[in-house]
């Protein structure tokens, strides 16, 4: 039998964007109406969508070689397993996210030790817990299904709730009082399956192809045709993401030039080239960047 590397993709709000970023690695990840097995054109893996909520414990038992989940999920099922890369992607920004205390614009609650005896809902309640702990404070913490913004001040004194940008919960008017952790999304591995030598092999070239692509983005490749009398002028305005490569051309005055740089800044500095005395400029997409 075949080698197949067993892969977790994170159900949900993470979804789309892994799929997103599969493809820009060079993936095709396709999810099939109703069915838990998205199909990627890769032999050799098997997918199976689960909640990132879930993955940390599915990986850690060995139903799953490896999968992607927030690093949150590992703590808060105090998962064993091996993180073997951070992916800092998310479905609103490259920012992580946040878990907050939250509570409503007129409750005393200033700090942690306010919470004394009071009423938590969250869905990370172990994490919450912990925390709690760490602050010699005792509050009983229910675990919440969903909707937690709207349970206070009736249904709940306060609540742990995850943001990216702290909208929802302004709109809910509650008001952030501490961070209690930050994460981001991981690429977790079973400890067994990343001492295999096939899998670990695959499991790092899966990785690096993702890393590449995330790298590319907001990138593009710019390369323009410069006479070398000109071309300490053309060097002095381009951000190169290391150095530019400089190549000799037929017409030994002329060089060829070509560089990376974030793509808000191309209708900034392509006239600036141009007046420069570059020519033949040419922008490109990037798919992959490999250190």
Request: net charge neutral.
């Amino acid at each position: 039998m075949s080698n197949i590397l067993k892969l977790g993709i994170p159900a949900g709000s993470l979804q789309d964007a892994t799929a997103e970023l599969f493809r820009k690695a060079g993936y095709k990840l396709t999810f099939a109406s109703r069915s838990y097995y998205p199909t990627i054109d890769d032999t050799e893996i098997h997918c199976t969508l689960i909640r990132a909520q879930e993955m940390a414990r599915y990986v850690q038992n060995g139903s799953l070689d490896c999968g992607l989940t927030g690093h949150d999920w590992v703590v808060e099922n105090d998962a064993q397993v091996t993180e073997l890369a951070e992916l800092v992607f998310s479905k609103v920004s490259r920012r992580p996210v946040r878990w907050v205390l939250a509570v409503p614009n007129d409750s005393p609650v200033k700090e942690p030790k306010d919470l004394q005896g009071k009423r938590i809902a969250t869905e990370v309640v172990n994490i919450t817990r912990k925390w709690l702990a760490s602050h010699g404070v005792t509050a009983n913490v229910e675990f919440s299904w969903g909707a937690t913004e709207v349970k206070p001040p009736k249904l709940a004194d306060a609540i742990v709730e995850v943001t990216e940008t702290g909208s929802s919960l302004k709109a809910n008017n509650l008001r952030i009082v501490c961070d209690i952790l930050q994460s981001t999304t991981r690429f977790i591995a079973n400890p067994d399956a990343a001492k295999d030598g096939w899998k670990r092999q695959k499991m790092d070239d899966l990785i690096l192809m993702l890393k590449g692509a995330m790298a590319a983005e907001g990138k593009v490749g710019l390369m323009m045709n410069v006479k070398r009398s000109q071309l300490d002028s053309v060097l002095a305005m381009l951000p190169a993401l290391q150095t530019p490569t400089i190549s000799s051309l037929s017409d030994p005055t002329w060089v060829d030039v070509n560089t990376i740089l974030d793509e808000a800044e191309v209708r900034r500095i392509i006239p600036r080239l141009k007046s420069a005395g570059a020519c033949g400029i040419v922008e490109y997409p990037l798919n992959k960047i490999i250190d």
